[in-house]
């Protein structure tokens, strides 16, 4: 794979096209990549604690390495 930890690479596809991130961790065996910021989804989170409330919250996911191109 020709992406690694802490390259900035630009968005070649999907809803974040043109958009520019740093990679916080690559997934080599998966040929996937987590980009700071990018590709966010909402998980629904589960109470933890008794007397606490789940939650709705935004995690980056990963995407695949070919859409995106390490940029200078």
């Known amino acids: 794979m020709h992406i690694k930890k802490g390259d900035t690479v630009k968005i070649l596809s999907g ?4 958009k520019t991130g740093k990679v916080m961790k690559a997934f080599p065996a998966t040929g996937k990549v987590l980009i700071e910021g990018m590709n966010m989804m909402k998980r629904h989170e589960k109470s ?3 007397g ?3 939650q709705i919250v935004d995690r ?3 995407m ?3 859409k995106v191109a390490k940029t200078e």
Do not use: L
């Not at 809803?15 to 043109?18: I, L, T």
């Open 15 to 18: 809803d974040d096209k043109g």
């Open 60 to 62: 980056a996911m990963p």
């Open 48 to 50: 933890r604690k008794q």
């Open 64 to 66: 695949h390495a070919s």
């Open 52 to 54: 606490t409330k789940g």
